[in-house]
């Protein structure tokens, strides 16, 4: 397991289903001690308490943050931007600031260079079909992607904690550009949503000669339209924190649909055999990348200059390119020193092989 990096307390700003199953893990998991909870929601701290979420319940925020090392806001994705930069404000200079939403560019975009230096968004791709703290789980998290999203200001060592902290949590943290990260979850988990919904909208009042469409569907149709039923509260906020990302992805779809229709019109068949084929040629490949990484852990060495940026940048171009950083440990150089060294933990003998590569192309030296 990686280390935490942690010697301090973790602040949670949020105590629902994701503040409070991460609060579980980092006790039981991680063996931080001192886990601290605000939520004005009424009865949240209590529930959370009685859970063992957290170890404290906060009146206010800024009690909340006093002395953190990690500060998660756990906040709905419409409010995390005003509540990051309420709780960098009141943060300590050393703390770092991550969160939990689904969309990361809208979040950047609100804060100055100099708050971005202590923040270093966060998304992991799990949750429950019931909310709340009462429904939190310790393993939430247990092999999940979860994505941080670095950016060139962000310090090198706050970063490196709030890997560690992911990954004590038995979570997969992934880097990535955050632009990068909105654009993957409005086409494999936003636009999904929307056209759940919309299949589901237009069965629901379609019924030919009195026949209604819904006591018809079968498998197919239950399975497509699974996530229909999701928070519509969420998912209008998810939808507009992310609008560019999803306008661009509706709008590619609404495309591949009028190919689509205007094959149907013209009776193209062999259009129509290829377009079914490409697709369950993707979903192979998704099936195929879904085995286990074989090989080792191998630690590499790089060599990187005291400069802002150099971590951020490694590590998002190992995220882009699917290769799973397990552990990483930064050590910056002395005043005295030209460099400092990054070790990178890596699992699979072919992931290493490029890992070397893509840094070395980086001008990178690396042992």
């Known amino acids: ?15 629902g289903l994701i ?27 209590d529930q959370a308490l009685e859970r063992g979420a957290i170890t404290t319940a906060c009146a206010d925020l800024v009690a909340a943050v ?18 990051a930069r309420e709780v960098l404000a009141a943060a300590g200079d050393d703390a770092v600031v991550t969160d939990v939403g689904s969309a990361k560019s809208a979040v950047l975009e609100e ?35 979860w994505f941080i999203t670095p950016t060139g200001e962000t310090r090198p060592h706050l970063l490196e904690r709030v890997h560690g902290l992911v990954a004590s949590v038995d979570a997969v943290p992934v880097a990535v550009d955050a632009a990068v990260h909105d654009h993957l979850m409005a086409l494999v988990s936003h636009l999904p949503h929307v056209m759940a919904s919309a299949l589901m909208r237009q069965a629901a009042s379609t019924a030919p000669q009195g026949r209604e469409a819904l006591g018809s569907a079968g498998p197919s149709f239950r399975d497509l339209t699974r996530v229909a039923g999701a928070n519509p509260r969420l998912w209008a906020d998810i939808l507009l924190s992310n609008r560019h990302a999803v306008l661009a992805e509706t709008r590619r779809h609404q495309a591949e649909l009028a190919d689509v229709e205007a094959a149907v019109e013209r009776g193209d068949r062999a259009w129509l055999e290829d377009f079914f084929q490409v697709a369950a040629d993707g979903r192979e490949r998704l099936l195929r990348e879904e085995e286990a990484v074989s090989g080792d852990v191998v630690r590499i060495t790089v ?25 990483l440990h930064l050590s910056p150089a002395r005043a005295d020193e030209p460099s400092g ?9 072919a992931a290493v092989a490029r890992a070397i590569d893509l840094i070395r192309d980086r001008g990178y030296r690396v042992t």
């Open 1 to 15: 397991m990686a280390t935490t990096g942690l010697g301090g307390p973790v602040a949670l700003i949020g105590v």
């Open 66 to 83: 006093d002395g953190a090392q990690v500060v998660v806001v756990c906040a709905p994705v419409g409010d995390i931007p005003a509540m």
């Open 341 to 349: 060294t990054l070790s990178l933990d890596i699992a699979g003998d």
């Open 111 to 145: 804060l100055t260079p100099a708050e971005r230096e202590r923040f270093c968004g966060g998304h992991p791709v799990a949750g429950g079909e019931r909310s709340g703290v009462a429904n939190a789980r310790g393993d939430l998290f247990e092999g999940a992607t």
């Open 303 to 327: 060599e990187v200059p005291n400069r802002p940026g150099v971590l951020s940048e490694i590590a998002t171009a190992l995220g882009h390119a699917h290769i799973n950083i397990e552990d």
């Open 19 to 45: 503040g409070g199953s991460l609060g579980l893990a980092l006790r039981d998991r991680a063996g931080v001690a001192d886990v601290r909870g605000f939520d004005p929601a009424p009865g949240a701290l």
